[in-house]
């Protein structure tokens, strides 16, 4: 599986910032931004890009537990369908 739908962007402040289908996936300054645009330059743009955001296709989301990260985010769609009530009668 490769890695597509990422973009990236420089600042004249010398910041990258590196899309995924439109949205900010990371930001990168200083050395790691420079370490970037170098890598891009040299090999699959795609594929450095997935690799500094982290998404590597094994799966996507945030993972944790009650306390960990993503813990703020509700409503994983079927997991949590919205319930019929019905009044009681009699």
Do not use: C, W
């Not at 949205?23 to 931004?33: G, N």
């Not at 690799?51 to 996507?60: K, P, R, S």
């Not at 306390?67 to 703020?72: E, L, Y």
Request: aromatic share 6%; glycine share 16%.
């Amino acid at each position: 599986m490769s890695a597509e739908g990422f973009d990236y962007r420089t600042r004249t402040n010398g910041e990258v910032h590196i899309f995924h289908h439109g949205k900010l996936a990371k930001m990168l300054k200083d050395e790691p931004a420079q370490s970037f645009l170098s890598s891009v330059k040299d090999g699959d743009a795609q594929a450095v890009m997935a690799a500094a955001v982290g998404n590597d296709g094994q799966g996507g989301g945030l993972h944790g537990a009650a306390q960990g990260p993503g813990a703020h985010l509700r409503g994983n769609g079927s997991a949590h369908a919205p319930q019929q009530f019905r009044r009681k009668s009699g």
